[in-house]
């Protein structure tokens, strides 16, 4: 290198700067710009989302029947009362959003059509610096810009937005007929009169087939392994009976939130304690739709225990109406391969179809497919230890919302809302400008373990994507707990001085 190339300034790329950077404008994104608002009133922030609007999750699917699978007084937001029924459809739960987005002026730091391609941190700058796909909605030209940031606050959720998970069967060429993925439903798919055969018995599955089953000629959820399925009425009586008495509704949200999450935390608990009885409590929901002779296995037998796996809520039993009035059925068996008229199966029998769903999942995306570098080496999230499931060890000025499986999602991000503006607070009242999760002399030796206990919770999802996921440790606060009822004392109390946050 020359001298003069040495001294000729390096030219940083024109940016904007804001305190604290959101990505993504989910549930958990906009939950965090409103704690922001709320208890950093001071921070800049922004908000940057791929997609055209918000609502993540609520926004990409759009398939027959979407909705939630938990009740939206603990999926809603601790802050704003939700007064519909438990479970939400999708249009439901974006309305919900779009209210808090305007009760509390959020749209103003949101901005749509920006896909974050890369984050840098620098260490002589105490910043990151984000590379962003700005698309045109116009005319769908890309340009690239440039934003930095003090934090950054990761709200990506946990899976690719652009496409789902389908498996390679043989012969899937050759299918005449439609595939389709319902992350990727087609608006015009016309199912009327049709013969569909849906792959998979997760929530997906359990809410597409009541939705499509009267239009179509028949439905098919063709499963290799069984689910767990939870059966109840779309209401709750404690709020419909605290409605009655003219109750507050903040009243009512609180109130309903502490029951459900008071009875959720029972049947957890029996799942550990006593999963036979579980299993005999759910199979009556079933047989009271299918009649108590109905027998259970193969179908809805799974071969582990209840709440191993995501527990699919069916409101008013609906997939079991289906089922019972014979324009829906269920089959156990594996895919042998696809043919031009729908699908073979190990056991010989086969099935007709002119349009086959697979509802099969997601791909796992690790922060959100974001290409992360620490002052110019790359970053491998699988390297790092998370501290409190929030931060990762050595990456600075960074958190993370991922929510609990067997609680609602937002619960957590709520408690992480908290969390991330009392650090913030903290840090000014510190006058750090840096803050970086570091592994103590003392937990050198630490056994690491994945992400996600696999004996605790294992669906193909995680399963697939462990080996990408940061490591959880063995003792606090390096453990990525999942237990809701613990995190809400522990997080809102958590010394922020103990030796494993470092400030700078
Ligand atoms: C069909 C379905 C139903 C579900 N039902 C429930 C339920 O009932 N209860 C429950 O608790 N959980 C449920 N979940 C899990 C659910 O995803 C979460 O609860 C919650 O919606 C996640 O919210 P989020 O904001 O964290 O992430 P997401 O909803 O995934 O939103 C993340 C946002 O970040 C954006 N983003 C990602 N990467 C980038 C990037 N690089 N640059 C810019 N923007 C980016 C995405 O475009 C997206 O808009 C469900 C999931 C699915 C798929």
């Not at 908000?47 to 398939?63: A, C, K, P, S």
């Not at 059925?329 to 031009?340: C, L, N, P, R, Y």
Request: include cysteine; proline fraction near 6%.
């Amino acid at each position: 290198m020359t001298d003069t190339a040495t001294l000729e300034p390096v030219t940083k790329p024109a940016s904007e700067h804001f305190d604290v950077l959101i990505v993504g404008a989910g549930i958990s994104g906009i939950g965090g710009a409103y704690h922001l608002s709320e208890q950093c009133p001071e921070k800049s922030f922004v908000i940057l989302e791929t997609q055209d609007g918000f609502g993540g999750t609520w926004r990409t699917h759009t398939y027959p029947g979407i909705r939630s699978d938990s009740d939206l007084y603990t999926f809603g937001y601790r802050f704003k009362p939700w007064t519909g029924a438990p479970i939400a459809s999708a249009d439901k739960i974006l309305d919900y959003m779009g209210e808090v987005i305007d009760d509390n002026d959020l749209d103003r730091h949101i901005r749509y059509n920006h896909a974050i391609a890369s984050a840098t941190w620098s260490t002589e700058d105490h910043q990151w610096t984000l590379k962003v796909a700005r698309t045109d909605a116009d005319t769908g030209t890309s340009e690239t810009g440039y934003f930095t940031a003090n934090f950054l606050w990761m709200c990506q959720g946990y899976y690719r937005h652009e496409e789902g998970y389908t498996p390679e069967w043989p012969g899937m060429e050759e299918f005449a007929g439609q595939i389709v993925h319902p992350q990727r439903w087609p608006d015009d798919l016309d199912y009327t009169d049709k013969e569909v055969v849906v792959i998979g018995s997760g929530a997906t599955a359990a809410t597409l087939i009541p939705a499509m089953a009267p239009d179509v000629s028949h439905i098919t959820m063709l499963q290799r392994s069984p689910t767990y399925f939870a059966t109840g009425r779309n209401h709750n009586e404690l709020a419909d009976m605290l409605r009655e008495l003219e109750i507050d509704e903040e009243w009512i949200h609180e109130i309903v939130r502490r029951k459900i999450l008071h009875d959720q935390n029972l049947i957890t608990n029996m799942a550990f304690d006593d999963p036979a009885a579980l299993r005999e409590q759910l199979f009556a929901g079933i047989k009271e739709i299918l009649g108590e002779d109905y027998e259970m296995s193969p179908h809805f037998t799974p071969n582990y225990d209840p709440w191993r796996q995501r527990l699919a809520f069916v409101p008013d039993g609906d997939l079991f109406h289906g089922l019972a009035s014979g324009k829906a059925s269920v089959v156990t068996d594996e895919i042998e391969s696809f043919t031009e008229t729908g699908i073979t199966l190990t056991s010989g029998e086969t099935l007709a179809a002119d349009i086959i769903v697979t509802a099969t999942g997601f791909n796992m995306n690790v922060l959100g497919d974001i290409n992360f570098t620490i002052d110019g080496a790359p970053l491998n999230f699988h390297d790092r230890v998370g501290y409190r499931g929030a931060m990762f060890t050595d990456i600075p000025n960074m958190a993370w919302v991922f929510g609990y499986f067997r609680a609602s999602w937002t619960l957590r991000a709520d408690l992480i809302g908290d969390f991330v503006c009392r650090l913030l607070q903290h840090m000014d009242e510190r006058g750090a400008t840096m803050v970086t999760p570091r592994l103590r002399p003392e937990d050198a030796d630490m056994e690491l373990n994945p992400w996600v206990d696999p004996e605790n919770f294992n669906p193909g999802y995680i399963q697939r994507a462990l080996h990408l996921m940061p490591k959880s440790g063995d003792r606090q606060p390096w453990i990525h707990s999942q237990d809701y009822w613990m995190e809400r004392k522990v997080l809102p109390e958590a010394d922020l001085d103990d030796g494993c946050l470092v400030f700078e």
